[in-house]
């Protein structure tokens, strides 16, 4: 008799370690068996780059499952790194230049998130009363990004949010006192300054960031005189900064 009640502890107990086992295997396993398929990865990126998936591997860090796909575009060959499970991209690094592929589909080139898609990404970091100023594409040492300048209540903010992915990368706040003035002049009153010093028409008004300060860019040509000039403007308060002159 006393075997059998010893018996009934060690079975239940044996039982409930088999439970935890079984619970634990399902809890690690959980994202393994949510991942997105190779094929959904790869119409994922295609669609959104314009490209062609050229390798991809499935790996599982801490449980938890990515993919490490290598791609191929015209502007050459970019090794990207997503969530198995959102899609999420976590790491897009170029590789090399464009390397040829046997294929009946010849790959075309990145393409860039749009400006409305950019605008939106910024409007999600910044406060209702601030607004977008500019959003300018650039590319640089081999990297597409785009710049954007925000007017914000504590000054101007710049933003560099990556064009193929939409990550921002960095921001920066030009803060400014309460004695100078917050809002930007205008195009069309950097227009009339710079005809105050110019005489001609105005043919082109960029507004630029030259060593952190906004400024108006205005190209004025005198047809009579056949000169032109590049009048530089304080975007915030209308100074004139110089004049360059192309004869």
């Known amino acids: 008799m006393k075997k059998n009640i010893l018996k009934y502890p060690l ?12 619970f634990i295997f399902i809890y690690l396993n959980r994202d393994v068996e949510a ?3 190779e094929d ?5 990126i295609e669609e959104r780059f314009s490209g062609q998936v050229i390798e991809m591997d499935k790996v599982s860090l801490n449980g938890h499952p990515y993919y490490d ?11 990207i790194k997503l969530d198995g499970v959102s899609g999420m991209i976590h790491l897009f690094n170029k590789l090399s230049d464009r390397k040829v592929v046997s294929t009946d ?3 075309h080139e990145l393409s860039p998130v749009s400006m409305e898609e950019i ?4 409007r999600e970091s910044i406060s209702p ?3 977008i100023i500019q959003i300018q594409y650039q590319e640089e040492d081999n990297r597409q990004i785009y710049v954007v300048h925000v007017e914000q209540p504590d000054g101007l903010g710049r933003f560099e949010v990556d064009a193929l992915t939409g990550n921002v990368l960095l921001f920066a706040l030009d803060a400014r006192d309460g004695e100078g003035n917050s809002e930007v002049i205008g195009e069309l009153r950097a227009r009339e300054i710079a005809l105050s010093h110019v005489d001609g028409e105005v043919d082109d008004v960029d507004l630029e960031e030259r060593d952190g300060r906004l400024i108006y860019e205005v190209e004025v040509e ?3 005189t056949d000169k032109e000039a590049m009048v530089y403007i304080d975007a915030f308060t209308g100074e004139v900064l110089s004049i360059e002159w192309d004869d």
Do not use: C
């Open 222 to 224: 005198n047809d009579e």
């Open 35 to 37: 991942a997105l398929g």
């Open 119 to 122: 605008e939106g990404i910024i």
């Open 11 to 22: 079975v239940l107990g044996i039982g409930m370690l088999m439970l935890l086992i079984i």
């Open 129 to 131: 009363d601030s607004r």
């Open 69 to 79: 796909v290598e791609f191929q575009s015209s502007l050459g060959v970019y090794f």
């Open 105 to 107: 589909d010849p790959p």
């Open 40 to 44: 959904e990865i790869t119409e994922m």
